[in-house]
């Protein structure tokens, strides 16, 4: 079956630290896969995909994913952190031709002061 | 470019009673999709259309239906409201071929069910 984990429900980091949001999936085919953000009361913005090719992929706002097919993952990372990154990410999946993205449950971020 | 709009962004209604949102993609789209989203049980897909026609769709009851027209808006009607049915309901509309295909999604509309 298809499906898309992302372990972690919440993460806090001071800002200016790094980060690192886990996304793991099951997808039968060559996936297409997302990284979204959502802040409070708003729609997903899309930071980056992955469609083929280089699997480190750079994304606006400073994030970059890597795709790694062995283990499974699509790994979100930013170098330091902002505190106007504080929102929720959620990671997808996808194939090309079919729009049944199947997203993950979300990672909610918290940045300290 | 205008991106995804949604109309109303803020619905308040009773159990049963109907309710329909409005959804206009970016323009050159042929393709909206619907996503629910609620605490419990997240991103979840209704369907999708593409030039008119249902092409996919998710597993929800058939009180959830959609339709799409000729200009690429697409609507959302939900029939016999639910408590359960209060979530936030997110339009997305997509555009490319290939390696240039994302879907954008719209800042939704907050459903509650009274």
């Known amino acids: 079956a298809q499906s898309v984990t992302q372990p972690d429900i919440h993460i806090t980091v001071s800002e200016g630290a790094s980060l690192e949001l886990r996304c793991n999936y099951s997808?039968?085919?060559?996936?297409?896969l997302f990284w979204y953000v959502q802040s409070p009361g708003q729609g997903l913005q899309l930071l980056l995909k992955y469609f083929s090719g280089d699997t480190l992929v750079q994304g606006i706002k400073g994030f970059e994913a890597e795709f790694k097919r062995s283990q499974s993952s699509f790994n979100l990372r930013k170098p330091s952190v902002h505190w106007s990154d504080a929102a929720e990410y959620f990671c997808?999946?996808?194939?090309?031709?079919?729009?049944?993205?199947?997203f993950g449950t979300g990672t909610r971020l918290k940045v300290l002061a | 470019k205008a991106g995804v709009t949604q109309t109303p962004r803020y619905l308040i209604k009773t159990r049963g009673q109907q309710v329909t949102l409005s959804c206009s993609p970016i323009s050159g789209h042929r393709s909206v999709s619907w996503y629910q989203q609620t605490p419990g049980q997240g991103l979840q897909f209704l369907f999708e259309?593409?030039?008119?026609?249902?092409?996919n769709k998710g597993n929800f009851p058939g009180r959830f239906s959609g339709r799409q027209f000729s200009n690429s808006r697409s609507e959302m009607n939900v029939s016999t409201l639910e408590l359960g049915d209060s979530a936030l309901y997110l339009c997305?509309?997509?555009?490319?071929?290939?390696?240039?295909?994302?879907?954008?999604f719209g800042p939704g509309t907050r459903l509650l069910v009274l």
């Open positions: 997305a509309s997509r555009g490319g071929t290939g390696p240039q295909e994302t879907q954008y």
């Open positions: 259309y593409f030039s008119e026609t249902q092409r």
């Open positions: 997808y039968g085919a060559t996936p297409y």
């Open positions: 997808a999946v996808g194939a090309s031709g079919t729009y049944k993205y199947i």
